[in-house]
């Protein structure tokens, strides 16, 4: 008797707890409304890895800017920790569709840290959720040894050599277990002066362990 009513139940609750779309709060069969779903990928880069070059190549789902800018926000300041996982899939799916040359294949990919403060108070780091469904299916290892040792205050507005100083010195690494030949890929949200990428890229270098590049969400690119 009751097997009978289970599918409209087990309907109606997921109508119930089926989370609105966070964009614009209409119902949403996924992460997104189908709209929402749209425009964000709108701004998707048709190649991703135009910026796959100099010291340190950048890899970039997408560009920063409307939607993807909005849904950022609402994964890093709302808590919406599906939009990272779903990111995490997109850029996974991007990756190997062209894998960059002078990558590997099999990768350590380490998220770009929050600090200890930050992340206490966000309770979570959006860099590593993206990196952790990166690593799902791309079958990557995910590395978290490497840590912030100090908070930088906000790159936008400061000058090429005070961005430098801003982070140089902001991280370590802790417990590392590096093998040798491993390749370092860099996992971050968004990617502007890459100035954080660059001292995170230089700590890990300083012991002679590899790293390839950096892959993000977004980027709004403004280095010359
Ligand atoms: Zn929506």
Same mark, same amino acid.
């Given at each position: 008797m009751f097997k009978s009513w289970q599918p409209l139940l087990n309907q109606a609750l997921n109508l119930f707890l089926k989370p609105n779309c966070p964009m614009c709060d209409r119902t949403a069969s996924?992460?997104?409304c189908k709209y929402c779903q749209r425009q964000i990928q709108d701004?998707? +880069? @048709?190649? @991703?890895? +135009? #910026?796959?070059? =100099?010291?340190l190549p950048l890899f970039a789902? =997408?560009? #920063?800017?409307?939607s993807v800018k909005q849904s950022i926000g609402k994964l890093k300041y709302? =808590?919406?920790r599906s939009i990272g996982h779903l990111y995490g899939e997109w850029l996974a799916n991007s990756w190997q569709k062209s894998i960059p040359s002078g990558s590997a294949t099999k990768l350590v990919v380490i998220p770009i840290p929050l600090h200890p403060e930050k992340l206490a108070s966000r309770g979570f780091n959006q860099a590593e959720l993206i990196a952790r469904s990166f690593c799902q299916i791309t079958g990557n290892k995910l590395d978290l040894s490497l840590q912030r040792n100090r908070s930088t205050v906000a790159q936008f507005g400061l000058s090429k050599s005070a961005r430098q100083e801003n982070v140089a010195g902001a991280f370590t690494l802790v417990n590392s277990a590096f093998k040798p030949g491993d390749t370092v890929l860099l996992i971050d949200d968004i990617y502007t002066t890459g100035a954080t990428v660059r001292s995170a890229a230089a700590v890990i270098r300083s012991i002679q362990v590899k790293v390839c590049g950096v892959a993000v969400i977004a980027t709004g690119r403004i280095d010359k």
């Open positions: 996924a992460v997104f701004c998707q +880069l @048709p190649h @991703p890895d +135009l #910026y796959w070059q =100099g010291d789902w =997408g560009k #920063y800017e409307s709302d =808590g919406h």
